[in-house]
C-alpha cells in the first residue's frame, strides 16, 4: 500500500522532467501520467479516466513567456491517488487534483526563479571546463525531479486530511456538485480543442 504511492509520485516526477528538463517528447501529458498510474496503482480505468480530464482541461494552458500553467501531470497523479489510497468520489479527487497542479506550478514558477540564478556561475565554470555543464544538467534534473516527488507526496497527505474534513463540512447535497462537475470537464476540454483547431479569419 504504501510502496505504491511512492512508485507513482515517482513515475509522475519523472514524467514531469520532460516539461523543460529531457526530451520535450511529449510524455509529459495527464493523459500518459494517468495511464501510468492506473497500471501502478492497479486501476487501469480510474487512472486513465482522470488522466484524460485533465488533459481535456489543461489542454489549452500553454507556457508562454513567464507563465507556468498548471502541472497536469501531478494533478493527474494527486487525483488518482485520492480517488485510489484516500477514497475520494472520482469528482472530487479531481478537483483536489487540479488545484495540486495550480500549486506545482507556482512551485515551478520559483524553481525556475533560483535556477535562473545559477546562470552566472555556470557560465563562468563552462568557459574554464566545458566538461562541467554535465554536472549542472545534472543536479537540474536532480533538483527537479525531488521537488516534484516531494510535492506529490506532501499534496496527496495534506489534500487527503483537507479532502475530508472539506466533504464532512460540505452540506450533503452539494456534494454531487463534484460529481456533475466532472462530468462537465470533457466538454469544456472539447469546446477549447475545438476553439483552437478553428481557423481565424485573417485581418
Not at 90 to 112: D, H, I, K, P, S
Not at 176 to 203: D, E, H, N, Q, T
Request: charged share 15%.
Amino acid at each position: 500500500m504504501v510502496l505504491e504511492p511512492l512508485l507513482i509520485c515517482a513515475a509522475a516526477a519523472a514524467i514531469e522532467l520532460d516539461v523543460v528538463q529531457a526530451g520535450q517528447i511529449f510524455l509529459s501529458r495527464p493523459s500518459v501520467a494517468g495511464l501510468l498510474c492506473g497500471i501502478i496503482g492497479g486501476d487501469f480505468v480510474t487512472g486513465l479516466q482522470l488522466g484524460l480530464c485533465m488533459e481535456l482541461l489543461t489542454l489549452d494552458h500553454v507556457p508562454v513567456g513567464g507563465y507556468v500553467p498548471p502541472s497536469g501531470v501531478i494533478g493527474a497523479a494527486c487525483a488518482f491517488l485520492l480517488a485510489r489510497y484516500a477514497g475520494f468520489e472520482g469528482g472530487y479527487a479531481f478537483m483536489l487534483g487540479f488545484l495540486a497542479a495550480w500549486l506545482f506550478g507556482l512551485v515551478e514558477t520559483r524553481l525556475r526563479h533560483e535556477r535562473s540564478k545559477w546562470n552566472p556561475v555556470i557560465e563562468r565554470e563552462v568557459l574554464e571546463n566545458p566538461d562541467a555543464l554535465s554536472k549542472w544538467v545534472r543536479r537540474g534534473f536532480l533538483q527537479q525531479f525531488a521537488a516534484a516527488f516531494l510535492f506529490c507526496m506532501a499534496a496527496f497527505f495534506v489534500l487527503r486530511e483537507i479532502g475530508w474534513l472539506g466533504w464532512e463540512l460540505l452540506p450533503v447535497r452539494l456534494r454531487p456538485a463534484f460529481s456533475m462537475a466532472y462530468r462537465i470537464v470533457p466538454w469544456i476540454g472539447i469546446a477549447a480543442l475545438a476553439s483552437l483547431l478553428m481557423p481565424r479569419k485573417a485581418g
